[in-house]
């Protein structure tokens, strides 16, 4: 599974509970770089922004907040979360919980951690698990010894 899918994934899951919660859901069009929902709650629109995590250490889920790629800057962060970018981040990971966390209460702006007390009160109900995916690592290659000696 590529990040992308992975992303995809974790959408959907926000989309499946936000609507199990009675709220309307609407995607933006085109590239946002802040939300990636917009959910009617409480009769308010509020900014959803969607992450997933595959690595775990410890019964704890390293969750990223930030951006990153590219030659933007030195550490290779492009952004780094922000309360007023959104309203609520929701979270999920690779064992299939989740977390809808109101942005005011996210005190990290690279990485949080989930899993333990700090974020407990805003645990949801557990969706899919997804497997975790290797994003830096490939299948090793085969050379063509290997090749043909299973040829024969």
């Given at each position: 599974?590529n990040?992308?899918?992975?992303?995809?994934?974790?959408?959907?899951?926000?989309?499946?509970?936000?609507?199990?919660?009675?709220?309307?859901?609407?995607?933006p069009?085109?590239?946002?770089?802040?939300?990636d929902?917009?959910?009617?709650?409480?009769?308010?629109?509020?900014?959803?922004?969607?992450?997933?995590?595959?690595?775990?250490?410890?019964?704890?889920?390293?969750?990223?907040?930030?951006?990153?790629?590219?030659?933007?800057?030195?550490?290779?962060?492009?952004?780094?979360?922000?309360?007023?970018?959104?309203?609520?981040?929701?979270?999920?990971?690779?064992?299939?919980?989740?977390?809808?966390?109101?942005?005011?209460?996210?005190?990290?702006?690279?990485?949080?951690?989930?899993?333990?007390?700090?974020?407990?009160?805003y645990?949801?109900?557990?969706?899919?698990?997804?497997e975790?995916?290797?994003?830096?690592?490939?299948?090793?290659?085969?050379?063509?010894?290997?090749?043909?000696?299973?040829?024969?």
């Open positions: 599974m990040p992308r899918q992975q992303g995809d994934l974790g959408e959907q899951s926000a989309v499946e509970w936000l609507w199990s919660q009675g709220y309307c859901v609407f995607v069009f085109g590239h946002s770089p802040d939300i929902l917009i959910a009617l709650i409480d009769g308010r629109p509020a900014a959803v922004q969607v992450k997933t995590s595959g690595f775990a250490v410890n019964d704890r889920w390293s969750v990223v907040v930030c951006t990153r790629g590219g030659n933007q800057s030195w550490n290779k962060i492009v952004k780094r979360f922000a309360q007023h970018r959104c309203d609520y981040l929701f979270v999920l990971v690779a064992d299939g919980r989740r977390w809808f966390i109101p942005s005011d209460a996210v005190e990290g702006t690279t990485a949080i951690v989930l899993g333990g007390p700090k974020y407990a009160e645990e949801v109900e557990p969706g899919r698990p997804f975790p995916s290797s994003l830096h690592s490939a299948p090793p290659r085969r050379g063509t010894e290997a090749v043909k000696r299973d040829a024969l």
